[in-house]
T-cell receptor, first 112, second 111 residues
Framework: DAGITQSPRHKVTETGTPVTLRCHQTENHRYMYWYRQDPGHGLRLIHYSYGVKDTDKGEVSDGYSVSRSKTEDFLLTLESATSSQTSVYFC???????????FGPGTRLTVL | GEDVEQSLFLSVREGDSSVINCTYTDSSSTYLYWYKQEPGAGLQLLTYIFSNMDMKQDQRLTVLLNKKDKHLSLRIADTQTGDSAIYFCAESITGRRALTFGSGTRLQVQP
């Protein structure tokens, strides 16, 4: 398995609270991605990073922000969680934008 | 366009062959990938094919690519219950910073 960990693996929170999910890699890959996976929608890209401090929006970025201060860590923040953000969140890494991506184990987030 | 489309569901009997199909719209793709996702887990890269190839075989897996029709398929020979999972195809395009994923095909293998 590629060296990707996500924390926490499960979280239950209340509407309006801030939440931060962490992705950590040991592969020194340049690209990191955050996806959410929901029934009927497949995988949807939230944000991605193509280097330290270099990030860009994906197709469903509203309500989410990201930060990457080190190569190995990519943080996803929900500033004020809503029930529509209940989902499974996956982090992925890649050596290049058109290279294969390797996925972390996922974080199941429930917003009550 | 960037759509990658897959059928939602496939059911086969154990020992039969499974064929999972995918269509894409961007003719400038470089690689096409197949991923497998088991329940409660992340996506696992199964295999991939370079866009100038038309077939790739890897043990029980055969990938066929028809560039003219922009059609990709994954054939699993002698399908086993452990093959039950969701299968995603994904497309990469030179110069883009992310893959484009299909919505996934759920394969159910009946004993």
């Amino acid at each position: 398995d590629a060296g990707i960990t996500q924390s926490p693996r499960h979280k239950v929170t209340e509407t309006g609270t801030p939440v931060t999910l962490r992705c950590h890699q040991t592969e020194n890959h340049r690209y990191m991605y955050w996806y959410r996976q929901d029934p009927g929608h497949g995988l949807r890209l939230i944000h991605y990073s193509y280097g330290v401090k270099d990030t860009d929006k994906g197709e469903v970025s509203d309500g989410y922000s990201v930060s990457r201060s080190k190569t190995e860590d990519f943080l996803l923040t929900l500033e004020s969680a809503t029930s529509s953000q209940t989902s499974v969140y996956f982090c992925a890494i890649s050596a290049g934008g058109d290279n294969e991506q390797f996925f972390g184990p996922g974080t199941r987030l429930t917003v009550l | 366009g960037e759509d990658v489309e897959q059928s939602l569901f496939l059911s086969v009997r154990e020992g039969d062959s499974s064929v999972i199909n995918c269509t894409y719209t961007d003719s400038s793709s470089t690689y096409l990938y197949w991923y497998k996702q088991e329940p409660g887990a992340g996506l696992q890269l199964l295999t991939y094919i370079f866009s100038n190839m038309d077939m790739k075989q890897d043990q029980r897996l055969t990938v066929l690519l028809n560039k003219k029709d922009k059609h990709l398929s994954l054939r699993i020979a002698d399908t086993q219950t452990g093959d039950s999972a969701i299968y995603f195809c994904a497309e990469s395009i030179t110069g883009r910073r992310a893959l484009t994923f299909g919505s996934g095909t759920r394969l159910q293998v009946q004993p």
